[in-house]
């Protein structure tokens, strides 16, 4: 089993940046990827960035160019999502996800974390 947990969330205003954290424990070593979805109200949830054990990265179109998901160097088994220039229409619940496949097609991350909240203000 792995369990995950956000934090950093919080109210921003339009512009402003923030930067969640993930850490992950538990069985890490079955870890081949974990990412970041988002779920605004009334909205499908959206995986909006991932990160696989060897590094590669990627982004849905909405939010590239402003998301940066990354790992703790210290600590791998911390990820981080940056969010710059942020929009009030990224506000949403963001859940931290793994799995223990490298590529996951067509069904959501196995194991979830609680969430974290991020209100833009404008």
């Known amino acids: 089993q792995v369990h995950l947990v956000e934090s950093g969330g919080g109210l921003v205003q339009t512009g402003g940046s923030l930067r969640l954290s993930c850490a992950a424990s538990?069985?890490?070593?079955?870890?081949?990827?974990m990412g970041w979805y988002r779920q605004a109200p009334g909205k499908q949830r959206e995986l909006v960035a991932s990160?696989?054990?060897?590094?590669?990265?990627?982004y849905a179109d909405s939010v590239k160019g402003r998301f940066t998901i990354s790992r703790d160097n210290a600590n791998k088994n911390t990820v981080y999502l940056q969010i710059n220039s942020l929009k009030p229409e990224d506000t949403a619940v963001y859940y931290c996800?793994?799995?223990?496949?490298?590529?996951?097609?067509?069904?959501?991350?196995?194991?979830w974390g609680p969430g974290t909240q991020v209100t833009v203000s404008s």
């Open positions: 990160l696989t054990r060897g590094g590669s990265a990627n």
């Open positions: 538990g069985s890490i070593f079955s870890i081949n990827v």
């Open positions: 996800a793994a799995d223990s496949n490298t590529v996951v097609v067509g069904r959501p991350y196995e194991y």
